[in-house]
């Protein structure tokens, strides 16, 4: 009997596999959920053993947190990425867009994540300590483009940071129904959404355009 030929494995840099690592197991954050992630379920992924996973990390609590923030940091660079990179588009048409997308269907894996982060971040302090450092990021930006918007008279604004926590908690406050179903009319149980209200469709919007004295609707029209 002769044994079949095996494939010539290659070595990667390990900057390059960590990263491969990292990219896979927050793509299965994304899809299925933090709980997911363990080091075998992303070695059969990668079509390597287990070991090869844990010589990056020794502890899966560790690939976990840090899958979290890499998920959490690339949809916040998509989603409102710095100045240096819009420069051809206004502050208000990028914050249009930051809220339209981020409170939509293509960003609901992305809501179900931080929503599935929170609460597993009181059971692990390293997950925990990440989740702030990543709230604290995101407010930052989002702070940085209210500046920006009333230094070009866009906004109008005497406390950047407060109407940039007001924006976030109303976007959080949406996203604490990320696991419900808000597409039909009906739940399971055939009783009216009301989820699907049409208040809470431009909630953000809305809080946005309170909050930096902006007309009415002028944010969903911004974002077209």
């Not at 502890?59 to 840090?66: G, K, M, P, R, S």
């Not at 420069?87 to 960003?107: I, K, Q």
């Amino acid at each position: 009997m002769t044994s079949r030929p095996q494939g010539a494995r290659t070595r990667k840099p390990p900057v390059e596999r960590r990263a491969e690592i990292l990219h896979t197991a927050a793509r299965i954050a994304l899809d299925e959920g933090l709980e997911r992630i363990t080091l075998r379920r992303v070695a059969d992924e990668l079509g390597v053993r287990p070991g090869l996973i844990g010589h990056y990390f020794p502890a899966a609590d560790d690939l976990v947190t840090e899958a979290f923030a890499h998920a959490a940091a690339q949809e916040r660079d998509a989603l409102l990425p710095p100045g240096a990179h819009e420069a051809d588009r206004s502050p208000t048409a990028r914050l249009a867009g930051f809220l339209v997308r981020l409170t939509g269907a293509d960003c609901l894996d992305l809501s179900r994540l931080w929503l599935n982060a929170r609460h597993l971040s009181r059971f692990k302090p390293g997950l925990r300590a990440t989740v702030r450092e990543q709230e604290s990021l995101t407010r930052t930006a989002l702070t940085e483009l209210v500046e920006e918007g009333v230094r070009r008279g866009e906004f109008r604004t005497d406390d950047p940071l407060g109407a940039a926590l007001h924006i976030l908690v109303t976007v959080d406050g949406l996203g604490a129904y990320a696991n419900d179903d808000i597409d039909g009319d009906s739940n399971d149980e055939g009783e009216s959404n009301d989820l699907n209200h049409p208040a809470l469709q431009d909630l953000a919007l809305t809080v946005a355009e309170h909050r930096l004295d902006l007309t009415p609707g002028l944010l969903r029209a911004a974002a077209i």
